[in-house]
Nanobody, 121 residues
Framework: QVQLVESGGGLVQAGGSLRLSCVAS????????MAWFRQAPGKEREFVAW????????RYADPMKGRLTISRDSGKNTVYLQMDSLKAEDTAVYYC??????????????WGQGIQVTVSS
């Protein structure tokens, strides 16, 4: 059984930084890609960042481009999301996902439980 566990969320002031981690576990777990999505209250889940595990290619959501870095540590089965210059509108529950998708959340078969990020203005 595959399990994704996020950590690193919390409360931060606007302009601050957070690094989220997602640890993957499970036998023979080798997804095509992993990604981060987020969902703010009253809004749909939206794409944040993506990394292809074959070559660590990355993609970012346009509104957050330049403020994000997604990376991976294959030895630890962990994907990170470094978020800088955070804004109040970045407040959301952030989810780690793994699967064959890209921007479409429906293409991901595995999800973490989500972690709250709150940015105070």
């Amino acid at each position: 059984q595959v399990q994704l566990v996020e950590s690193g969320g919390g409360l931060v002031q606007a302009g601050g930084s957070l690094r989220l981690s997602c640890v993957a576990s499970g036998r023979s777990f080798s997804p095509y890609a992993m990604a981060w999505f987020r969902q703010a209250p009253g809004k749909e889940r939206e794409f944040v960042a993506w990394i292809r595990l074959l070559d660590s290619s990355t993609r970012y959501a346009d509104p957050m481009k330049g403020r994000l870095t997604i990376s991976r540590d294959s030895g630890k089965n962990t994907v990170y999301l470094q978020m800088d210059s955070l804004k109040a509108e970045d407040t959301a529950v952030y989810y780690c996902a793994a699967g064959s998708g890209f921007l479409d959340a429906a293409r991901y078969g595995y999800w973490g439980q989500g972690i709250q990020v709150t940015v105070s203005s």
